[in-house]
């Protein structure tokens, strides 16, 4: 019977090795931001049409240091165009986003599009960080579950969870003080989504969301919202949870 029971012991004990492999997770913190001014971040006058269809037009935003920002919207409305264009990546048809003192910029994109797909892991994070050292960044490539000849995988062979881990790696060595995310949550699994959902709650520079997971909204405990196309700025209310999803 004893026997029995260390076999059987062994077995719960190895079931219980499998789980901790699958369960493994980036542990995910985003560094101190930089310093930078009163307000790092201001759009004024922005529209933007594709042919003779008007997205949004006449949108103002200022983003504060330590701001919490969520964009809400119907599907169309624009929100990841507005998220391009303060990140640089689109130009307006109308207006101006202008960079204040001391900013830096984290732009994570929904389609993984800041991640040179023909590059390897290592040399994304290599142009996202050009001061650090390969030893740190492997070290960080490590904590976000690459390792060994992964780094030198091609980032277009990854999968959509692998790009999102890889691409909020670069987030982490970019020491920015406003993040500008789309759907940061997509892609991840349960435990991996937990990390994100923390790092968000407690980060201590700017974010500007754009998501549908009413957890994440949750975790960023927003101080106002930029309601699109209408491109109205005002205090976040609980009101607006319902329309997380819809949007």
């Not at 949004?56 to 701001?67: E, P, S």
């Not at 142009?127 to 579950?145: K, N």
């Amino acid at each position: 019977a004893a026997h029995q029971m260390d076999r059987r012991a062994d077995r719960l004990a190895a079931g219980l090795a499998d789980v901790r492999v699958a369960d493994r997770v980036a542990k995910l913190r985003f560094p101190d931001p930089a310093p930078c001014g009163r307000t790092p971040l201001t759009a004024t006058g922005l529209s933007k049409s594709y042919g003779s269809l008007e997205v949004f037009a006449g949108v103002d935003l200022a983003i504060d240091r330590g701001a919490r920002v969520v964009i809400l919207g119907l599907n169309g409305a624009g929100k990841t165009t507005m998220l391009r264009m303060l990140a640089g990546v689109e130009s307006p048809d109308t207006g101006e986003v202008h960079h204040g003192h001391g900013l830096r910029l984290g732009y994570y994109a929904q389609e993984h599009e800041t991640l040179d797909t023909d590059q390897s892991v290592l040399d994304n994070m290599r142009a996202t960080a050009p001061g650090t050292s390969d030893v740190e960044l492997r070290r960080i490539l490590g904590a976000f579950l690459f390792s060994g000849d992964t780094v030198a995988q091609p980032a277009g062979t990854l999968s959509g969870g692998e790009k999102t881990r890889l691409a909020l790696a670069g987030l982490v060595c970019s020491a920015a003080n406003v993040l500008l995310l789309d759907e940061p949550t997509n892609n991840l699994d349960p435990a991996s989504r937990g990390e994100v959902l923390a790092a968000l709650a407690t980060f201590r520079g700017a974010v500007v969301l754009v998501t549908h997971d009413p957890g994440a909204v949750e975790a960023l405990a927003p101080d106002k919202v930029l309601m699109l196309p209408d491109g109205v700025e005002d205090s976040w209310s609980a009101d607006l949870a319902e329309l997380i999803t819809l949007a």
